[in-house]
């Protein structure tokens, strides 16, 4: 009954380096998303996903790289860490369409140095 | 384009004061609206939510009227205790675009 983890909870990371955030659910739910949490913003979209091999982008993508291979996983990768991207990242999932319950992992902590 | 707009934090209220957080948004249609809430150190969960004008959405003691003449969501407790301490956030989400957006987030503490 794990529901959904996000890996790792806790990320301090140089600009310029390649990091991956890791997101899982046991749900077997068509839709993933990622957000990020900023102060001032509240949650915004960085991409979703509706089903294995298919995603697309959000309100905020520059910088972000997602693929989703397997239902159940779906990673989002920073390609190159920018100070800006420091930020609580929040993975979530639905069952079916966007306007379903949304679940969302516990975030992930990320301070690019 | 579509979007939330909350009342502005931090609220601070005493126990089993009445809590009111106002929401308001644009959208080009008839979005769902959620109310979610966010515990220290958690994820987001859903508090409550309506898919239609007139609906009203209730949990724990919560509830909140879709109200499309206004364009309004307004969360309302009758009487708050300190367990209700927590950011809350105003959404909504638009068929077919599958978006979600989220308002800016209202911080409640609620005091003995």
């Known amino acids: 009954d794990a529901g959904i983890t996000q890996s790792p909870r806790y990320k301090i990371t140089e600009t310029g380096r390649q990091v991956t955030l890791m997101c899982h659910q046991t749900?077997?739910?068509?839709?993933m998303f990622w957000y990020r949490q900023d102060l001032g913003h509240g949650l915004r979209l960085i991409y979703y996903s509706a089903a294995a091999d298919i995603t697309d982008k959000g309100e905020v993508p520059d910088g972000y790289v997602v693929s989703r291979s397997k239902t159940e996983n779906f990673p989002l990768t920073l390609e190159s860490a920018t100070r800006s991207q420091t930020s609580v990242y929040f993975c979530?999932?639905?069952?079916?369409?966007?306007?379903?319950?949304?679940?969302f992992g516990p975030g992930t902590r990320l301070l690019v140095l | 384009g579509d979007s939330v707009t909350q009342m502005e934090g931090p609220v601070t209220l005493s126990e089993e004061a009445f809590l009111t957080i106002n929401c308001t948004y644009t959208?080009?249609?008839?979005?769902?609206l959620f109310w979610y809430v966010q515990y220290p150190g958690e994820g987001l969960q859903l508090l409550l939510k309506a898919t239609k004008a007139d609906d009203k959405g209730s949990n724990k003691g919560f509830e909140a009227t879709y109200r499309k003449e206004t364009t309004s969501f307004h969360l309302e407790k009758g009487s708050v205790q300190v367990s209700d301490s927590a950011v809350y956030f105003c959404a909504l989400s638009f068929r077919p675009r599958n978006q979600f957006y989220f308002g800016t987030g209202t911080s409640l503490t609620v005091i003995p």
């Open positions: 979530a999932s639905s069952e079916s369409t966007a306007q379903e319950t949304q679940y």
């Open positions: 959208a080009t249609g008839y979005p769902s």
């Open positions: 749900w077997s739910h068509s839709y």
